[in-house]
């Protein structure tokens, strides 16, 4: 226990350095501008307002974005559970000709940039006039190569038996991976739709391209570009609609984190 203390040291520091800037933004949302821009700073309210929300959902189209970055966030992690666990139960329990190949299409696509197939993905969703709507928002997310690979990696360390005592009780294939097989992976479907939400959320190149009036902006496009002009001089209110942002899925990955630490320790084992 002795010789271990730096560890614990270490560990102390280094939660300090990454919670403190999340600290110092809760703290300075409710701040006047003028304490905000006081030399020394201060590290707890004098006087503290609510006056930034006010101003946030009052002044600017904050509840809007919010409910826009609800409804992608929660409909990509549903596409995401629902196409990614078919995928994976299909590669890992199905055996059909080229089951082998697609899966190494699904690795390789790991491997390929989101940057690559940006250009081509909004030429595609522009043409299909889906630009500046929900479903240009949604649709190019709602499977992902790294899901199938968690979904598939998962099911193939259940066992067999499970879905041949089914096939002998007169089941569908449908039923054995809806009622048999899905139940079973909690861990993994826990895990996949924590980081799926969490990146949907956060996601703010392809709502900057294809959310083209405020009508669609998501929460992190419309922080980033109230940032600018007459309001980049207003601390307090972007500190607040950071709060906004990031409280949500703070809140959601400590509630489901032992969920995602199981999930991602059980697939690896399996």
């Known amino acids: 226990m002795r ?3 730096w560890i614990y040291l270490i560990a102390v520091l280094g939660l300090i350095a990454v919670a403190a800037p999340f600290l110092w933004m809760l703290l300075g949302s409710f701040k006047t501008q003028g304490e905000l821009l006081r030399v ?4 707890l309210p004098e006087a503290p307002t609510t006056q930034n929300y006010d101003d946030l959902f009052s002044k600017a189209n904050f509840p809007r974005y919010f409910v826009n970055s609800t409804v992608v966030a929660l409909a990509v992690t549903a596409g995401n559970l629902l196409f990614c666990s078919m995928v994976g139960y299909a590669l890992a329990k199905l055996n059909f000709h080229g089951r082998n190949a697609l899966f190494v299409v699904v690795l390789g696509t790991l491997m390929i940039p989101g940057v690559v197939t ?7 969703v522009t043409n299909a006039g889906l630009a500046n709507t929900y479903p240009g928002l949604i649709l190019p997310f709602l499977v992902s190569p790294f899901g199938v690979f968690l979904m598939r990696q998962f099911f193939q360390g259940l066992p067999d038996d499970l879905m041949d005592a089914a096939r002998v009780d007169g089941s569908s294939e449908l039923g054995i991976f809806a009622r048999i097989m899905l139940p079973l992976t909690r861990p993994a479907l826990a895990t996949l739709g924590i980081l799926t939400f969490l990146g949907s959320w956060n996601n703010f190149l392809w709502p900057l391209v294809v959310a083209q009036t405020e009508e ?7 922080l980033a570009l109230y940032s600018t002009g007459q309001n980049a001089q207003n601390f307090g209110l972007l500190m607040a ?3 906004v942002v990031v409280v949500p899925v703070l809140v959601i990955f400590l509630a489901f984190q032992r969920h995602v630490t199981k999930g991602i320790a059980i697939t690896g084992i399996k």
């Open 241 to 243: 609609g950071a709060v």
């Open 118 to 124: 940006f250009v081509p993905l909004f030429v595609l």
């Open 40 to 43: 020394p700073p201060t590290w």
């Open 216 to 222: 669609k902006y998501t929460l992190p496009v419309a």
């Open 3 to 5: 010789r271990t203390w």
